[in-house]
């Protein structure tokens, strides 16, 4: 999990000895968002699970036949099944917490250097691993 972290963090820094994620103001946020959707594992940030990413889906209901139940090569009966297999109760909390760390990793942000490893993994443990109501008591 270490590896692939700092990897992680590597393919998004231009400059490895600082450890910021350097860019220019229009570029930080796409960045931003890559880093978090790119993070797997006890560290995961995606709205969807993985089983609900636009592409599997895709995979999962795509018909090469041309019938009632189908349409654009889609079929329609498999859709239905896995859209209703999505819990939403889950999708709007995983929603609040990408939400909150993307909020508060903007206000981390350095100006005109980004924001660094060690910030980014403390804001990722508050948020995944660590429970407020367990930790203040």
């Given at each position: 999990?270490?590896?692939?972290?700092?990897?992680?963090?590597?393919?998004?820094?231009?400059?490895?000895?600082?450890?910021y994620?350097?860019?220019?103001?229009?570029?930080?946020?796409?960045?931003?968002?890559?880093?978090?959707?790119?993070?797997?594992?006890?560290?995961?940030?995606?709205?969807?699970?993985?089983?609900?990413?636009?592409r599997?889906?895709?995979?999962?209901?795509?018909?090469?036949?041309?019938?009632?139940?189908?349409?654009?090569?889609?079929?329609?009966?498999?859709?239905?099944?896995?859209?209703?297999?999505?819990?939403?109760?889950?999708?709007?909390?995983?929603?609040?917490?990408?939400?909150?760390?993307?909020?508060?990793?903007?206000?981390?942000?350095?100006?005109?250097?980004?924001?660094?490893?060690?910030?980014?993994?403390?804001?990722?443990?508050?948020?995944?691993l660590?429970?407020?109501?367990?930790?203040?008591?």
């Amino acid at each position: 999990m270490r590896i692939q972290r700092q990897g992680t963090w590597n393919a998004l820094t231009s400059y490895h000895s600082s450890g910021y994620v350097l860019c220019s103001p229009s570029t930080w946020k796409p960045l931003l968002i890559s880093t978090i959707q790119s993070l797997r594992g006890v560290f995961e940030v995606r709205i969807y699970s993985e089983q609900h990413s636009i592409r599997n889906i895709r995979q999962l209901v795509t018909s090469k036949d041309w019938d009632s139940r189908s349409a654009y090569g889609v079929d329609l009966v498999k859709l239905n099944k896995v859209l209703n297999s999505v819990n939403y109760a889950a999708v709007r909390q995983r929603r609040a917490t990408y939400s909150r760390l993307y909020h508060e990793a903007t206000i981390s942000h350095h100006s005109g250097r980004g924001i660094t490893f060690t910030e980014m993994l403390l804001l990722l443990a508050h948020h995944k691993l660590i429970v407020d109501k367990e930790a203040l008591v």
